[in-house]
């Protein structure tokens, strides 16, 4: 994970910007520079993606969903990532469809940019199994 993503993510678990079960209480332990360390510390670990269980027609609607609403901001199938873009290719099915789920209802109060609301509320509630099925494909 790109390490100013991870350290902005990490002060925002700590101040309450982002809702968590545990990870709020951990970052809360941590002074700024230390999450600063730690999230430098993790973007040096080589990316390994997790095994995707292959459902090969709903991983192929979801790159279509991906190609039409989310390539301009998740390049290269989503293994692209920034300060503020993260990779979200190689992340597990269940885990993606989760936190889409929740973005796309509104429910998850992030600090995502409002490009994203907007693409999320172009796709429907259905769509988002196969946009995660996608991304967790890509090595």
């Known amino acids: 994970m ?3 993503y ?3 993510v ?3 678990f700590k101040e309450g910007r982002r809702s968590a ?3 709020n209480r951990i970052a ?3 002074r700024d520079y230390e999450l600063r360390k730690i999230a430098r510390y993790f973007a040096a670990k080589e990316w390994r993606s997790v095994r995707p269980t292959q459902q090969e027609e709903l991983v192929t609607r979801g790159h279509r969903l991906h190609e039409k609403y989310c ?3 998740h390049e290269d199938s989503g293994r692209y990532q920034d ?3 993260p990779r979200i ?4 099915h269940d885990y993606l469809k989760t936190q889409l789920a929740l973005y796309h209802a509104g429910e998850e109060q992030l600090p995502q940019p409002s490009e994203m609301a907007d693409k999320l509320s172009e796709i429907a509630k259905d769509d988002l199994s196969a946009l995660s099925a996608f991304y967790s494909t890509v090595e």
């Not at 290719?89 to 597990?92: D, K, L, N, T, V």
Request: proline share 0%; hydrophobic share 35%.
């Open 83 to 85: 300060k503020d873009v």
């Open 2 to 4: 790109n390490a100013e």
């Open 89 to 92: 290719a190689g992340q597990r």
């Open 10 to 12: 990490m002060v925002q």
């Open 21 to 23: 079960t545990i990870m």
């Open 28 to 30: 809360k332990g941590y």
């Open 71 to 73: 390539t301009e901001c």
């Open 6 to 8: 991870m350290a902005k």
